[in-house]
């Protein structure tokens, strides 16, 4: 295949993510976000498009069982800056209409809302990424990504339009993001989320690094967690089990307040109260 392919993390043991198929429609991402775990990816940080990218779709879908779950995107995003210009995402998702195939969109952009009308006629469902609502703190994790104000209301209008959403609090951040898990769960609420899945900041070895210069007050406090008292899963660090586990039943509290499903992204705990981590459950049959 040539560019969608078997969602695989790493063929982690606390994945709970459904069979699915993977599609980035660019290489690399521009949004900048310091914790993105796809930075072994060759200039990364510079969005790329690919050559004949439907062609290569076409040739791949008909490898593809009818009915599949197609993720767009898992290792970039499918609504990078320079898609403004291209529209590739746009242009995947009008060939995709042609065929029978479940669509999980997972994004930090809000010009996601310029295809709602394509999104209308699929099978679709769209999960919008939200880590913090203040400005120097979301300014310098994900620097080039659209504000999380535009996100969220991003997210009303694809709610009014019958796309069914979810919210990605994903990761959150001890010491610097974990008291917004009340005001981000409500604003989610507000904005008609049927889905939260959440998740703690698991760095690598660069994303460490990315965050120590960005945040180095906070790295200082959470590095023995991680280092020391922590542990390596699958190539990251994980923080302590309780203080993962309390801070995932923190937001799991906060969504039963608001009626939301919810669900934990590779933490290992047994307390998802959604149909599927991912969201890819709402999308209609």
Request: proline share 6%.
């Amino acid at each position: 295949m040539y560019v969608i392919r078997p969602f695989d993390p790493w063929r982690s043991k606390i994945c709970t993510c459904p069979e699915k198929y993977s599609l980035n429609p660019y290489t690399g991402c521009g949004h900048g976000c310091i914790y993105c775990y796809a930075t072994y990816i060759p200039n990364f940080y510079q969005a790329r498009r690919k050559k004949d990218l439907l062609k290569r779709i076409r040739k791949d879908l008909e490898k593809i069982p009818r009915g599949s779950i197609i993720s767009i995107s898992n290792s970039s995003d499918p609504y990078v800056p320079i898609d403004k210009k291209y529209e590739d995402t746009r242009k995947c998702l009008q060939l995709f209409g042609n065929y029978d195939f479940r669509i999980l969109l997972i994004t930090k952009s809000d010009l996601v809302l310029r295809d709602i009308d394509v999104l209308q006629n699929l099978k679709s469902a769209v999960t919008l990424t939200v880590t913090s609502l203040k400005k120097e703190i979301y300014s310098r994790l994900e620097p080039n990504a659209p504000e999380p104000e535009k996100r969220l209301k991003a997210i009303k209008e694809l709610t009014k339009a019958g796309i069914l959403t979810g919210i990605r609090f994903d990761p959150i951040f001890p010491y610097l993001t974990d008291d917004e898990i009340e005001e981000i769960v409500g604003r989610a609420s507000e904005a008609g989320v049927k889905h939260i899945v959440t998740s703690t900041f698991k760095p690598r070895y660069n994303g460490w690094r990315r965050f120590e210069k960005a945040f180095p007050e906070t790295a200082k406090s959470l590095k023995p967690l991680y280092f020391k008292e922590g542990e390596k899963i699958d190539n990251a660090r994980y923080l302590p089990r309780e203080i993962r586990e309390n801070l995932m039943l923190r937001v799991k509290e906060e969504c039963s307040k608001y009626g939301i499903p919810f669900a934990t992204c590779r933490e290992g705990f047994g307390m998802n109260t959604s149909k599927s981590c991912d969201g890819s459950h709402l999308i209609r049959h």
